[in-house]
């Protein structure tokens, strides 16, 4: 069992892409529509990432369970 220190029940773990950055790409996007395609695919391999770092998390929470 995982302790939260404010009591609640549900978080949202931490990531390289978080609810900022996506703002920010969305923004890039409108702003820079001819550049729209880059932008995307990096997004898409910092979205990648931020998977892998959530999925190694909740294997180390789960073995330690």
């Not at 302790?3 to 900022?20: I, K, N, Q, V």
């Amino acid at each position: 069992r995982v302790e939260a220190p404010d009591g609640r029940t549900f978080h949202f773990t931490r990531g390289l892409a978080e609810g900022t950055e996506t703002i920010v790409v969305h923004t890039a996007m409108v702003l820079f529509p001819a550049a729209m395609a880059p932008i995307a695919w990096g997004f898409a391999l910092v979205v990648v990432v931020t998977i892998g770092q959530r999925l190694r998390l909740a294997r180390r929470m789960l073995a330690g369970a």
